[in-house]
């Protein structure tokens, strides 16, 4: 069946570059996308991806798909606090579903 | 702004107990789901709704049951709370039309805790 992967945790400093990486099974996926969970909140979509492009770009945030890998990574420069939250990957599969990866909550230290 | 609210933040209900669990939407979204979400285990569905009255099982409908009798409002309905599904729920709804196309957008969540 479908499923998406993702490391759980990762601890980067401010100012770094995050790069968070997932991969996924159906290669049917009309769209990816990228989900941040503050605490204690709902799901809030970050950005997303056409499953026939490369790349996207989006201020400090950029996409990269690999569609022959089926890997998918999120990249946010100059990462700051306030980005610390936990981010799904998630891809569509027929009939309107997501399927979410585990999750990988970012930490960002002073 | 688009909106998907749910009934409670924080619930603690006792093991037997008959919980419910509302959502509602203004989006006039024709699709609406619930989740369950678990440390390490991400969102899994319980359920999901196409329309008023239709329903489908996701991939952990056991323990749970749903009801659309209106396009705005999906209830989540534990018959019997066990402790096992002492968890963060989340409602998400979404619409074949929107761009991107099934985007989802999700509730705040209630923290339902079964003792």
């Known amino acids: 069946g479908e499923d998406v992967e993702q490391s759980l945790f990762l601890s980067v400093r401010e100012g770094d570059s995050s790069v968070i990486n997932c991969t996924y099974t159906?290669?049917?996926?009309?769209?990816l996308y990228w989900y941040k969970q503050e605490p204690g909140a709902g799901l809030q979509l970050l950005t997303y991806?056409?499953?026939?492009?490369d790349m996207k770009q989006d201020q400090r945030l950029t996409v990269l798909l690999n569609k022959k890998d089926k890997h998918l990574s999120l990249r946010i420069a100059d990462t700051q606090t306030g980005d610390s939250a936990i981010y799904f990957c998630?891809?569509?599969?027929?009939?309107?579903?997501?399927?979410f990866g585990q999750g990988t909550e970012l930490s960002v230290k002073p | 702004d688009v909106k998907v609210t749910q009934s409670s933040r924080y619930l603690v209900k006792r093991t037997g107990e008959k919980v419910f669990l509302e959502c509602v939407q203004d989006?006039?979204?024709?699709?609406m789901f619930w989740y369950r979400q678990d440390p390490g285990l991400g969102l899994r569905l319980i359920y999901f709704s196409y329309d008023v009255k239709m329903k489908e099982k996701g991939d952990i409908p056991e323990g749970y049951s749903v009801s659309r009798e209106k396009k705005e409002r999906f209830s989540l309905i534990l018959e019997s709370a066990s402790t096992n599904q002492t968890s963060m729920y989340l409602c998400a709804s979404s619409s074949p039309s929107g761009a991107p196309s099934y985007e989802q957008y999700f509730g705040p969540g209630t923290r339902l805790t079964v003792t």
């Open positions: 998630a891809e569509s599969i027929q009939g309107g579903k997501l399927i």
């Open positions: 989006m006039d979204h024709e699709n």
């Open positions: 159906d290669s049917s996926s009309t769209y």
């Open positions: 991806i056409f499953s026939n492009m």
